[in-house]
């Protein structure tokens, strides 16, 4: 946790690898994940680089892998994932991994080959089978070509250029949406110089490509004429039609469909031993290519970070250049040692000196991943910049639950995040693709802490389901104030609302113990006492919130030796900070603590006092909280004026002081002038580090930056600008706590009232109270979920996420940096 305040100092090292063990070192640390590494060849093309062989090579593997994992997923089977830690394989297993998967993927086209040639085959035995044994009545020339029929005339007519035409047979099918058409067109085609018989097949046959079942229509077609012929046959090959021969004399029909049937039998069982024979190499690639698939990733990552690194003058190592954290350097030279010793030649590792800004590294855990992913979505943080994550971790939930306070709804939330939390280490969990439950898994602490803290802020407003809770007996006594006042029954007639008043003896008998009072949920005026009581603990909460912001900027200051900033920028904004909204804080606070019950009617305006705070003026019928206060009043508003100049001007004239003193100075420097020149070379506003990343380079022989006052100027005049007006603005937007929290309990209160309150009243009325109970409670349940803890939540969630990214963060936190991102096989496991 200690790296959590701050990243941790990360180095630029530079690894001389020995040209034998360079895979085996680079894929030790993919296996750590410890140095992030620089290309060193940039200007070099991607096809011009040593291991490019290799890495096509590797790519080829992959083509191939996904034509086995898409035949696998087409057999409807599964991958399983593979089992232990695979390590990158040595080089010379490449040849082995590459012959094994050819040989199985070729068994695969071939016996996928065979299947789809023996299911066609099958098919259009079938087919055969369906047109020949549907039954399609003969036309009858040709039924009783050689016997007479009781309607062929005795008399034979005399001979004509048609007498020599018989009739001719076309069987087939087609698909059912094409018949229509088919037929149609034949008709029109022909002109009536045939007699077609369509018929649907009784059962349905699988299809040899989808292998889905389908319906098809068998045709019989006779006609006469050898031209007739020609025009069916085109037809029929532009519907794509199964065309058969077809046997005119019944017997032979029924042999032919008899020898159809046998031959159909016959594919069946050399297709069920082909499908077996592809079940068994199916099961062969569910057990290898696994394996495979991941030690190939890891393969190319090698390589592919290889490329990466320049070759020495002598071929014999290659140099390699990367970021790595100071303490992780003793891990990467025992790992470079352990992995080089069978090449006779030790790995080397050293620091070399930058001027580069390193990467940002901030450890996290399960715990902490998620708030500093908060912190991380408006900008990683600047190298060794002071990190808000770990202060999120209490301020985040604590701001949700000032705007979601209820004890009920907190309590949901926090059971939810409970059995997430328990049940984290279950495969199935932690395996889900759905997104918004990987977004909730994710942020599971997170939710876990929102939900502790709104139980917190329920008991303090003392809602529950927007129910009071007497915990403790009432600070306010009915009877004192029925036993001290003329309230007879006449005037509780005439009366309807009371009042209590707490300058009666015995009325109020003190502050409840623990948040507020639930009388209060009683009276007419609740709504009154909670918009003043929320409106200023916003405010006392936001003055906060902003002024430990600018303190944690003091933390960044003296780190990076900014000395003068402290005087010149801290000072001033703390000034005008306190001197105008603390003023404010305070004067809510001492109005809390000094104004009693019995002068409560006569208490002074805050709001007017501070209006009269910039007008320097005084309001008559205002009176003084404390003497002396418009004297005080004035210093505040003429110093939180004056530190204005002091902001803008301050450091740009320093700057300028030191850049003229720094100028004057002979040319030969020593090296803690070089050191200061370094750190501060952003205040020139030409390094682009900014102001808080003065000290994160390293000593360089570069020439001086030139120093511009007007950039300086205007860089400090936004900062100015920004700062004061957003002091105003902010400790406005603070007022979103005050609002969001009134509008969760109404909407909750509302709710209660037009679903439970009405069911209760309706089971009272109509004497089935159970029964009614169950639909409303149900309706009850569900609006809560859907509205007050998903709808609200959400919005909730982001306003505290505004106020800590806007209010907060742009005190002190700049979120300019990037990521270390190491050179890890963590994705290529996955």
Not at 271 to 277: A, D, I, P, Q, V
Not at 366 to 373: E, H, I, K, M, P
Not at 619 to 642: D, H, I, K, M, Y
Not at 646 to 656: I, K, Y
Request: hydrophobic fraction near 45%; aromatic fraction near 10%.
């Amino acid at each position: 946790m200690g790296s959590m305040f701050r990243s941790e100092e990360v180095a630029l090292v530079q690894l001389f690898l020995p040209t034998s063990a360079a895979y085996t070192c680079m894929s030790q640390l993919g296996e750590l994940g410890l140095v992030e590494f620089r290309d060193l060849n940039a200007s070099v093309s991607a096809f011009q680089r040593r291991f490019v062989g290799d890495v096509r090579r590797c790519e080829e593997l992959e083509k191939t892998f996904m034509f086995l994992q898409e035949e696998v997923r087409r057999a409807g089977l599964v991958l399983p994932p593979p089992e232990g830690r695979l390590l990158a394989p040595p080089p010379r297993d490449l040849l082995r991994i590459q012959e094994e998967t050819d040989r199985l993927a070729q068994e695969l086209r071939d016996v996928r080959g065979n299947q789809q040639s023996l299911r066609a085959q099958l098919h259009q035995l079938q087919l055969h089978s369906a047109v020949l044994g549907q039954g399609h009545s003969l036309p009858l020339a040709a039924t009783h070509a050689d016997g007479l029929s009781e309607r062929s005339p005795l008399l034979q007519p005399p001979g004509g250029p048609h007498q020599d035409l018989r009739v001719n047979f076309v069987a087939g099918a087609v698909e059912p949406s094409k018949a229509a058409a088919l037929e149609r067109l034949l008709w029109r085609a022909c002109r009536g110089f045939l007699i077609a018989s369509f018929r649907e097949t009784e059962q349905q046959l699988e299809d040899p490509v989808t292998g889905e079942p389908a319906t098809w229509m068998t045709f019989l077609i006779s006609y006469w004429g050898e031209r007739i012929g020609q025009k069916i046959h085109k037809i029929t090959d532009c519907f794509h039609c199964h065309v058969f021969p077809f046997v005119e004399q019944e017997e032979g029909r029924l042999t032919t469909l008899q020898q159809l049937r046998q031959q159909s039998q016959e594919l069946q069982e050399v297709l069920g031993e082909t499908e077996r024979f592809l079940t068994q190499v199916l099961g062969r690639v569910q057990r290898l290519l696994p394996p495979w698939q991941v030690q190939i990733r890891k393969m190319k990552a090698v390589y592919l970070a290889l490329n990466q690194c320049s070759v020495s003058a002598t071929h014999k190592c290659l140099i390699a250049e990367g970021w790595c954290a100071t303490r992780d350097l003793p891990t990467l030279q025992q790992v470079l040692q352990d992995s080089s010793s069978e090449a006779g030649v030790s790995a080397v590792v050293h620091r070399i000196p930058c001027r580069d800004m390193p990467p940002t590294l901030i450890r996290t855990n399960r715990f902490t991943a998620s708030f500093q992913g908060i912190v991380d979505a408006y900008g990683v943080g600047r190298y060794q910049e002071v990190n808000p994550a770990p202060y999120t971790i209490i301020t985040f939930p604590f701001l949700f639950a000032v705007m979601f306070g209820d004890v009920g709804h907190g309590l949901l939330m926090f059971l939810f995040a409970l059995a997430m939390v328990l049940a984290e280490n279950q495969p199935a969990v932690k395996t889900a693709q759905n997104e918004i439950w990987q977004t909730f898994f994710s942020g599971r602490y997170l939710l876990l802490l929102m939900g502790l803290f709104s139980i917190y802020t329920g008991f303090i407003y003392n809602e529950c389901f927007s129910r009071a809770t007497t915990i403790f007996s009432s600070g306010w006594s009915v009877a004192a104030m029925a036993t001290q006042s003329d309230w007879s029954d006449m005037f509780l007639a005439e009366h309807p609302l009371l009042t209590l008043d707490p300058n009666v003896t015995g009325v109020f008998l003190g502050p409840y113990p623990f948040g507020i009072d639930p009388v209060w949920s009683l009276a007419v005026n609740h709504l009154s006492f909670l918009n003043s009581f929320k409106m200023k603990m916003s405010v006392i909460l936001g003055v906060t919130h902003m002024t430990f912001g600018v303190v944690l900027g003091v933390f960044n200051h003296i780190h990076f030796g900014q000395w003068h900033r402290l005087l010149l920028e801290t000072l001033p904004e703390l000034v005008f900070l306190l001197g105008l909204f603390g003023y404010l804080v305070f004067l809510v606070i001492y109005k809390w603590l000094c104004i009693s019950a019995a002068s409560a009617a006569s208490a002074p305006s805050i709001l007017i006092h501070f209006i009269n705070m910039f007008l320097f003026s005084r309001s008559p019928t205002n009176r003084l909280l404390f003497p002396g206060q418009e004297v005080v009043q004035s210093v505040l508003v003429v110093l939180a004026l004056a530190m204005v100049p002091v902001l803008l001007l301050g450091t740009p004239l320093f700057l300028h002081w030191q850049h003229r003193r720094r100028s004057r100075r002979p040319t030969g420097r020593q090296p803690d002038e070089d050191k200061s020149r370094i750190l501060d070379s952003s205040d020139t506003s030409v390094a682009g580090w900014g102001s808080d990343e003065e000290k994160a380079g390293c000593p360089g022989n570069s020439e001086e930056a030139e120093f511009v006052l007007s950039e300086v100027l205007m860089h400090q005049a936004i900062h100015t600008i920004e700062f004061c007006l957003g002091c105003i603005s902010n400790t406005a937007s603070y007022l979103r706590l005050w609002a969001l929290s009134l509008a969760h309990a109404q909407l909750s209160e509302v709710l209660w009232a037009m679903v439970m309150r009405s069911g209760l009243r309706m089971g009272r009325e109509w004497g089935v109270a159970p029964v009614v109970l169950v639909p409303v409670f149900a309706a009850f349940a569900v609006l809560t979920v859907a509205i007050l803890l998903v709808m609200e939540g959400l919005s909730a969630f982001l306003h505290a996420l505004r106020l800590h990214w806007v209010e907060f963060q742009n005190k002190f936190y700049s979120g300019s940096g990037y990521k270390l991102s190491p050179f890890t096989f963590t994705a290529e496991e996955e």
